[in-house]
């Protein structure tokens, strides 16, 4: 999209090119553009338009009308805008930044992520500015409607936001005139109104603060018949409570730091939160999260914002929850810190705890405190602590989740944002040390996992060692050595770590130990059961308790997962040598023999399952190699197919597994033949078949049967009727019917090759039979592909057409891609036999499509051919030209002769003189000669003097 262009939906619908506006059309024109814009980079489906822009109410020609209005659209905007047609459908291209409504919501992310008040606020009141009124306004159509309402919503959170940071920043009196307005417009949102009460106290304006409570609490109970919510209760309360006397003020905040980045959004949630003090408790808001996260950091920098709402005294109390050589604080040490605090002289402080605790309560009910509870081991430490009266304001940090502890809010906090964490190694480290080596520094921002202690741990090697640059502290950190880096004192990310790790009990120790050999990333209870010999109820209580810990994240629900520096620790501390081989023998009894017909749960467990077999002993790991290899195939995992083969292979070779090894080569021979021609799988078939012992009939059978295949599809004059004929005794020897389908199969396909299209047909319905008595569905698409190209090859598309529809609905239910791909291309072919040319068109897209995403050339070349004569007979020479020189592109590539014998007779077809197509002609009716196919190269030898001048 040029980048003059710029789409505004956030008012009436602007299109502009430079300085000119650009009209797109009518309304209704301009309703589909505004869809277009906002999916953009997404395709939409004609249906999908017509059902966006018209709701029920489609034009007399219905989908027809598509087209034409992207048309006109297109034909509206600059020439080099990218409006697309694909095989799906249409999507609208755009470049960053052309979208008013995406410059919105990335600026206020930017100012979510800011660590600044004052400039987060400058960009709310930035992405504000973009409103020019009610967004997409007098468009039509429900879908328009629904997007106004969501962006109107949208602007009303970030207007909320940039109030409460106005208010935070003690601009009271420019936030009342908006405010006021805004109540008037919003007379049942209580945010708003919470807002305005607050800027007018700030202002000195209680009485009107109050009335304005009266006034929306009279509305809600008029007209709604209910009371106003708590936020709305409280302020009012804070209004009506009389000031305490004034004690010497104390302010124990430790300094903030010269470096804190981020945590705009939390840290305005924080504020917000114990800025308002009202009921008969005192507001608690309790932050948590892993160790060297950032809550301190946090808690600090929110006390220091609040001091002024707490004139009494800020006060400061570390715990020692999680402090390295330090036991807990106990209670009566923190309390008589407390009572200290406030001005109580030593003299009078009581000797008994709950005589203290109790004086702390009565003193601090006539105060207003802000009382930070830093590194608390467990609720109950706070819960004693808490002050007597809901003047005072508790901000408490911890490793654990405080589940018991009665918080007014909590607050989890994660990793830093990767902006945010480059923003602090730059800060600490100093400006100049990356040398404009931007990707250097966001390598760096993930090797200390965007922890910001091991940020700041990084940042400071970094200043203290001028010699060291970014790519060598980089290089350090990769690896086993990165704990050890980011350690080297008691503050070091290890040793936090490892004090979290010693309070926990021995069942969880035992856990979390465990769950560092897990191979993979994230991991459900099974699995993590698996590891540590225990059931599964047992597990799923300990990785919960864990989570608590702030030693496991639970990205949703069921799984788990580590931070990366805390899946090294683990892995350091594990030491159950059997824990690996419980999780291969768990993954391998949860497969079975093969992973299906239902594959989500491998899709889930698919890197765990790769990364599994990378550490399984080579008995297990053969065993996984057999099972992930036909799933992978189906997926068209074809890099992770072929590396899962090769594992299996090595490990077969390590242990003289000679059936393993023969298993494996067959699979491998299968799926290279099946993927890139015949010629691909023939050494694995060979090796497979002097691999398989006598003694295993069923395997010898598959192997022969797929060796025959081969060797007659690469030399139809080869004795590869012996070797399919012996497959079919032995399979039948060893009861095998699955290898008879698949030998039967073979020889069905063979016969077409030479064109012997009743002897196939034959075969195929005998396979065919003998599938539906096993009773397995997955047999049967292929079996009805080939019955379909029989009749086909008899002129019949009738019952061919009937027979690809199976083959479809076989193949969606068993999720089998290559199946359907070729059931599309032969449905397609039925299709143009009946004359049904545009249909014909229409499905070989779809074959094509399917095809390519599978990353088969052989499925690519056949939808290709196909395409090509559904084109052709639509007239539209040129496109079936093109698809035909593709398709002999990659046939030459693959040595596959019949594709390449198709190819240049669809070439001929397309060649407007005589004399090319002649030629075209003579070079496929040699190649057939060449490759053995006597009857298809004197078919096409007929052809010639049709063409001859």
Not at 221 to 248: D, F, S
Not at 266 to 272: D, F, K, S, T
Not at 670 to 679: L, S, V
Not at 940 to 946: I, K, M, Q
Request: a negative charge.
């Amino acid at each position: 999209m040029p980048s003059g262009l710029r789409i505004d939906l956030l008012g009436p619908l602007t299109v502009r090119s430079g300085a000119a506006e650009i009209s797109v059309g009518p309304l209704r024109q301009q309703a589909m553009f505004a869809v277009l814009a906002l999916n953009a980079d997404r395709v939409l489906t004609p249906e999908q338009l017509l059902d966006l822009v018209w709701d029920d109410d489609p034009p007399p020609t219905g989908i027809k009308v598509v087209p034409t209005y992207v048309y006109r659209i297109r034909k509206s905007l600059p020439a080099d805008a990218r409006l697309e047609r694909t095989t799906a459908g249409y999507v609208l291209r755009l470049d960053p930044g052309v979208l008013d409504l995406e410059r919105f919501e990335t600026t206020v992310r930017a100012a979510g992520r800011h660590s600044d008040p004052e400039q987060a606020l400058a960009l709310h009141e930035q992405a504000l500015a973009l409103f020019r009124g009610q967004p997409l306004s007098g468009l039509p159509g429900q879908y328009l409607a629904g997007q106004r309402r969501r962006i109107a919503e949208r602007r009303e959170k970030a207007l909320g936001t940039r109030i409460q940071l106005q208010l935070a920043a003690d601009r009271h009196v420019e936030a009342i005139p908006e405010l006021i307005g805004l109540v008037a417009d919003h007379p049942f949102d209580e945010r708003f109104a919470v807002l305005l009460m607050n800027a007018l106290a700030g202002s000195g304006r209680q009485a009107e603060a109050l009335e304005t409570y009266q006034r929306v609490r009279r509305t809600l109970v008029e007209q709604l018949g209910i009371e106003p919510g708590p936020e709305l209760r409280a302020a009012q309360q804070t209004l009506l409570r009389v000031e305490a006397p004034a004690v010497p003020s104390r302010n124990e905040l430790p300094y903030g730091g010269a470096a804190f980045a981020g945590r705009a959004a939390e840290l305005a949630e924080v504020v917000a939160a114990l800025r308002t003090t009202a009921g008969s408790a005192p507001p608690v808001l309790a932050i948590d999260g892993m160790a060297g996260i950032g809550k301190t950091a946090l808690a600090v920098q929110a006390g220091h914002l609040l001091a002024a709402q707490y004139p009494d005294g800020q006060l400061f109390v570390d715990l020692h929850g999680h402090t390295p050589g330090r036991e807990p604080l106990g209670t009566e040490q923190a309390v008589d810190h407390l009572l200290r605090g406030i001005g109580v002289p030593a003299d009078q402080i009581p000797g008994c705890l709950e005589d203290r605790l109790s004086l702390w309560r009565s003193k601090s009910a006539r105060l207003r405190l802000l009382v930070v509870l830093d590194n608390a081991p467990d609720a109950e430490s706070v819960r004693r602590l808490l002050p007597g009266a809901s003047d005072c304001a508790v901000l408490v940090t911890s490793r654990r989740l405080l589940v018991e502890l009665d918080a007014k809010r909590r607050l989890g906090l994660g990793l830093l944002a990767m902006d945010d964490a480059t923003a602090l190694l730059i800060e600490i480290a100093g400006p100049d040390r990356h040398g404009g080596d931007e990707s250097a520094v966001r390598e760096l921002a993930e090797h200390c996992g965007r922890l910001p202690l091991a940020l700041r741990i990084a940042g400071a090697r970094l200043r203290h060692r001028p010699a060291w640059s970014m790519q060598h502290l980089n290089q350090r950190l990769r690896g086993r050595r990165r704990l050890r880096e980011l350690d080297g004192d008691s503050n070091g990310v290890r040793s936090a770590f490892a004090v979290s790790y010693e309070h926990l009990p021995e069942d969880q120790r035992r856990m979390f130990a465990c769950l560092g050999l897990f191979p993979g990333k994230d991991f459900d209870a099974h699995a993590a059961a698996a590891l540590a010999g225990i059931d599964v109820p047992a597990a799923e209580v300990l990785l919960e308790s864990l989570v608590d810990a702030s030693l496991l994240l639970a990205p949703r629900p069921g799984r788990y997962e580590f931070h990366d520096l805390l899946r090294g620790y683990a892995a350091e501390v594990a030491d159950d040598a059997s824990a690996v081989g419980r999780l291969v023998e768990h993954y391998l009894a949860v497969a079975g023999p093969e992973i299906g017909p239902d594959l989500s749960w491998a899709d889930v467990e698919r890197p765990n399952l790769l990364a599994a077999l990378e550490v399984a002993e080579d008995a297990a790991a053969v065993r996984f190699a057999l099972v992930l290899a036909p799933y992978l195939h189906r997926r068209s995992r074809l890099d992770e197919l072929d590396a899962v083969l090769t594992t299996g292979l090595a490990a077969a070779a390590r242990r003289q597994d000679a059936v393993g090894e023969a298993r494996l080569l067959l699979l491998r021979g299968n799926f290279g033949q099946f993927r890139c021609g015949p010629q691909k799988g023939l050494c694995d078939l060979r090796r497979a078949a002097e691999l398989a012992p006598d003694d295993e009939p069923g395997l010898r059978a598959r192997i022969l049967g797929s060796l025959g295949y081969t060797q007659g599809t690469l030399d139809p004059s080869s004795s590869h009727a012996d070797l399919l004929r012996t497959s079919l005794r032995l399979a039948n020897l060893a009861g095998d019917r699955e290898a008879v389908v698949e030998t039967l199969g073979r020889l069905a396909a063979l016969a077409v090759r030479q064109h012997g299209f009743a002897m196939a047909l034959e075969y195929y319905e005998r396979a065919l039979e003998l599938a539906r008595e096993i009773g397995d569905e997955r047999l049967e698409p292929e079996l009805l592909n080939g019955i379909a190209v029989c009749r086909l090859a008899a002129d019949d598309p009738l019952p061919a057409l009937e027979a690809t529809r199976a083959a479809q609905r076989l193949a969606a239910v068993h999720e089998l891609d290559f199946s359907m791909s070729y059931a599309l291309c032969h449905q397609g072919e039925a299709h143009r036999r009946l004359g049904r040319t545009k249909l014909a068109v229409e499905i070989h897209e779809q074959a094509l499509k399917l095809a390519i995403g599978n990353c088969t050339h052989l499925d690519e070349v056949d939808a290709r051919l196909h395409l090509g004569r559904s084109l052709l007979s639509a007239g539209r020479e040129e496109s079936a030209a093109e698809q035909f020189d593709l398709a002999l592109r990659l046939s030459q590539d693959r040595g596959h002769a019949l594709g390449i014998v198709d190819a240049l007779a669809g070439l001929a077809d397309c060649a407007p003189q005589p004399a090319r197509a002649d030629r075209l002609i003579r070079r496929a009716r040699d190649v057939a000669t060449e490759a053995g196919y006597g009857a298809l190269a004197a078919r096409l030898e007929c052809r010639r003097p049709a063409v001859q001048v």
